[in-house]
C-alpha cells in the first residue's frame, strides 16, 4: 500500500459484560479469561502481521484497555456507548493523526494468524477477487468480512478511513456491503475461514471444538494462563446494547 498509512481498531467491551452469551457454560472468571485470550490472539495476530502503523484499542473500561496496552496496543478511552459510536470515535482520531485507512476487526477470533491479516490489507493492492458490487471510479474501497453465517461482520477495511459510516448490528454483512454499494466504493465480501470464525455463543465453542481441536487447545491453554491474573468479579454486568446483540 504505498503511500497508504493503515490503522488497526479493535473495539472492546468490558470484562463484565464481555462475552456475555458465555455465561451459562462457564464461571465468570472464565468467561473474562476467554475475552483476555481471545484479544491477546487477534492482537498478536494484527502487531505480527506488519500491516498497521498503529493498533488501537477503544474501550468504555480502564481495567480493559491496560490490558490491551500491555499487549502492545494503543489505548483509546470510549466516549459514548455502542460499537458504531466506538469506530466513529476512533476514525475521527485516526483522521486528525492523518491515517488514510482503517480496519476495524472484531477482538474474538480464536483462528486468526498474521497471514490472514496480511492476505486481507493486500485486497486494496489487488482486483477483487470476486466481482465488486461498486459501480463507483475506485477511487474508494470497502472489503466486508462476514462471520461464518454471513449474518455478522467481523472485519472491515476501508480506504479512505471515513468512506462510510459504520453499520454494526442486525445484519451488518449485508448492511455493510448495501452501504458500500449505494456510494459507489469498490465493494467486495472477503472470504475467510479464520477471519469470519468469532466467537460468541456456546454453539461457537462447540463449533470450535469440533472442527478446529488444535484452536481449542490452544485457547485453553491460553485462558489457563490468563486466570490467575483475574480478579473475582462483584458486580453483576450492565445490559449490552441492543446494537451490539448481533455484529
Sequence with gaps: MSGDTLIAVLPLRGLADGKSRLRDIMPDRVRRAVVLSLLERTARAVLDSGTAKTVLAISPEHEVLGWAERLGLTPLQQANAGLNEALTQATIWARERNFTSLLALQADLPLITAEDVRAL????????????????????????????????????????????????GDQSFTRHLVAGEARGLRTQAYASRALGFDLDTPT?????????????VELCRAVGRWLPQIPQSTTPAPPRPAEEQIL
Design 121 to 168: 490489507v493486500n485486497t486494496l493492492d489487488f482486483p477483487p477477487s470476486s466481482p465488486s458490487l461498486g459501480k463507483g471510479p475506485g477511487s474508494g474501497a470497502m472489503i466486508v468480512v462476514g462471520d461464518r453465517h454471513n449474518l455478522g461482520t467481523t472485519a472491515l477495511l476501508l480506504r479512505p478511513l471515513d468512506t462510510m459510516p459504520f453499520h454494526f
Design 204 to 216: 461457537d465453542v462447540a463449533a470450535l471444538a469440533a472442527w478446529h481441536p488444535l484452536a481449542f
